[in-house]
Structure formats: C-alpha cells, structure tokens
C-alpha cells in the first residue's frame, strides 16, 4: 500500500492519522495488563470491520469450549456501563441489544457462551472472567490495553494491495507493516477473489509474517432455501462490508431486483 505525498493534503491528512495512530497505542502499551491465569486472544483487523469476525469468534468459541470461554466486545451501538455488562452467562439472555449492542447479542446466541461487552477490556475481563478460561477479544488489534496472548489478524482477501487505504482516504486503520506484530493471518473469501490479487496479498503480508502463519478461509452461505434463487430478491443490510454482501448474493444465482444498506450495527425500525 501506498501513502499519499506529504505534499498532497489528503497524503498530509494520511501521515497524520498514522502518527497519532501509533503514538496512541505505544502510549497505550506502557500501561498494558497480563492476565497470567486467562488465556487472551484477540480476532482484529487491519480495516475498519467487514472481514467476517463474528463468525470467527463462533468458531473460536467452538473450539475453545464454551463454557471456559468470555467473548469480550466493545459493544458498538449499546449502552454499557464503565465497568461492562454481562450479556449471557452462558445460560440466560441478561439484557437486550439496546444495551448490548446487536453483534453482542448474536454472539450471545451460542450455547454455554459467555459474552460481555465494555469500553474498558481490562475491567470488563476483571469483572466477569473465572480462572483458567479463554478470553476472545474482538477487535482489539489496535488496542494494547490488555497483553493478548495471540493476535489473529484478518484480511479480506478480495480487496486489492492498490486498493488498500488509510483513513480518512479508506478504510484501513493499520499499514500492512503492522503485521509483524500479529502471529497469525487468516485470508477471508478466498473463494470470492481473483488469482492475481490474492497472489499479491501474500507477497505483501510475507514481508512482516512467514507464510506459515497464513492462512485461507471462505465465505458462503448456510440455510438458504434453493428454491428461492428463481425469484426475484430485495437485500438489506447494516453491516461493515455491504458490498461483499451484496457480491455473495449474486454468485450464488440470486437476481437482485433492489438493494439497501444501512450504517454498521444500525438499528432497524
């Protein structure tokens, strides 16, 4: 990827964004906290959401045991507390989407899961996770506030080396060169991409990672009636990808007469 010249205002504005970017997190780092007794994982991005974390943290949650498991989430559209909120003990439903937020509320879905959500991590982990469990933060790559264990990093693979940007020109809040401190990469709709440009993520990501530390993964659909391909289809979403929403549905034979899309984690009426 490519920042803009100095002498550009957007590329000034580019510069800018990184420079305040990292001093934040080196300041943020100073003060991080180790939780010896937990096991921290955290399931980020380079980019601005959009890459397929929620079903990740399912899957993560799977495998890690649900009942030793605490997702943590930021919460994005609720209304938690400074010390966090519980969402579900692994049993009951605690509380709605309006506190909560919709993308905790989902995850809260999984059976024996346990899901809180906060601004704050490190009092969030503190005040809701037992001993010897695994702690998935979502999207935490650009927050050092709590020492993570592994940083897996996700990347949609159908987005183009040129076609990577930092803010405000796109939607990436990291370089690629921030990769040297994550320990895995998992490439997202690798079945949605071309050749070519996959080929030239790897060349990029192997910079700063090993190649064993790669990984592919693929986006399709489950639970989608066949017959319904032959009809004509509205789609709707608020999600941070509407775009690769949209592209799915049409690889999959669906005619889209009319499409909408709302702002991530909007609130529908």
Request: with cysteine.
């Amino acid at each position: 990827m490519r920042i803009g010249s100095i002498w550009n205002p957007v590329g000034w504005l580019e510069r800018l964004y990184l420079a305040a970017h990292n001093h934040t997190f080196q300041k943020r780092l100073k003060s991080q906290v180790r939780f010896k007794d937990r096991y921290v994982l955290s399931i980020g991005n380079l980019s601005a959401g959009g890459t397929g974390k929620t079903p990740l943290v399912f899957k993560s949650a799977q495998v890690g045991g649900p009942d030793r498991t605490l997702a943590v989430l930021r919460g994005y559209g609720g209304e938690a507390p400074a010390g966090g909120l519980l969402v579900s003990d692994g049993v009951r439903l605690l509380c709605d989407a309006d506190r909560a937020g919709d993308e905790a509320l989902l995850l809260a879905g999984q059976p024996g899961l346990r899901v809180a959500v906060g601004r704050n991590r490190q009092a969030v982990i503190e005040n809701y996770a037992i001993d010897r469990s695994l702690i998935i933060l979502d999207d935490a790559f650009q927050n050092p506030l709590v020492h993570h264990d592994h940083d897996l990093v996700l990347i949609d693979a159908t987005v183009g080396v040129d076609r990577v940007r930092v803010f405000p020109r796109g939607r990436f809040r990291d370089t690629f060169e921030a990769l040297e401190r994550a320990d895995t990469v998992l490439l997202t709709r690798v079945n949605q991409t071309q050749s070519d440009i996959l080929s030239d993520l790897y060349s990029e990501i192997e910079q700063f990672l090993p190649r064993k530390n790669i990984f592919e993964s693929v986006h399709q659909f489950v639970g989608l009636e066949p017959h319904t391909r032959a009809r004509r289809v509205a789609a709707f979403c608020g999600i941070g990808n509407p775009g690769a929403f949209f592209h799915a549905l049409e690889r999959e034979g669906y005619r889209l007469e009319a499409r909408q899309k709302f702002p991530d984690h909007h609130r529908y009426k």
